[in-house]
């Protein structure tokens, strides 16, 4: 399989972008997060922080981030970056 970038830039750039940090802010259309939901954010180690009715959610790795950004929107909630 031929390769579009070379393997060094790419490592290269992946690490500038592990060292960056990311935040997504998640809404809920009810009055609180269930709790259900909070217990599977700590049990998959997510970092995060409740502010007012908001969760944001940080991390260095933006494609673990955008996967959670698709779960979470898959389960009703309004997710901003």
């Given amino acids: ?6 393997r060094d830039v790419a490592l290269k750039w992946i690490k500038d972008k ?6 997504i802010t998640i809404f809920s259309d009810r009055k609180e997060f269930p709790e259900k939901f909070i217990r599977s954010l ?5 970092d995060f922080n ?3 009715d908001k ?3 940080r991390s260095n ?3 673990s981030l955008a996967k959670l950004t698709v779960i979470v929107e898959k389960q009703g909630f309004f997710v901003s970056e």
């Fill in 1 to 6: 399989m031929k390769t579009i970038i070379p």
């Fill in 18 to 23: 592990m060292q960056k940090e990311y935040s």
């Fill in 42 to 46: 700590k049990e998959y180690g997510w």
């Fill in 50 to 52: 409740f502010i007012e």
């Fill in 55 to 57: 969760i944001i959610v």
């Fill in 61 to 63: 790795d933006p494609m």
